[in-house]
């Protein structure tokens, strides 16, 4: 096999890859910054988590209020949730956040919002490729 022809196949391989992907890893989700005090647990970076999900940190407090079913509440940018939380935890629930409401299930892209639509539902809009759908509010 050619030089040439060894390049052609690997350019076949690439285009048969999911569309994106690469593009995907560009993107990184801020790792939770957090410490167990007592009966709580704080999630201090949340404002770097809001601004690179471009969601108000109340909608994310909202989230994962809904996820862990207890009770949280914003202090001074951080996040103050009751319970003993693990950031392995945290991350698994922010990931799970940004992959529904913040990335494109389309194209892979974080440039999105959200409208509310009807009851019990957000319609997620790309601004990326204008893929447009629905996903269920929390
Ligand atoms: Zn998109």
Redesign the pocket.
């Known amino acids: 096999m050619s030089g040439d022809e060894y390049v052609q196949l690997l350019d076949r391989a690439f285009a048969r890859m999911p569309k994106l992907s690469t593009e995907k890893t560009d993107f990184v989700i801020p790792p939770a910054d957090s410490i167990v005090q007592g009966t709580k647990t704080i999630l201090r970076n949340l404002t770097a988590i809001a601004d690179r999900a471009r969601r108000p940190a109340a909608d994310i407090a909202r989230y994962m209020s809904k996820e862990f079913a207890v009770p949280i509440s914003v202090e001074d940018g951080r996040l103050m949730i009751n319970g003993k939380f693990s950031a392995e935890d945290l991350n698994k629930k922010i990931s799970k956040y940004f992959e529904t409401y913040v990335i494109?299930?389309?194209?892979?892209?974080p440039?999105?919002h959200l409208e509310s639509s009807s009851r019990g539902m957000f319609s997620f809009i790309?601004?990326?490729?204008?893929?447009r759908y629905g996903i269920k509010n929390y």
């Open positions: 494109c299930k389309e194209c892979h892209k440039d999105s790309c601004e990326a490729c204008g893929a």
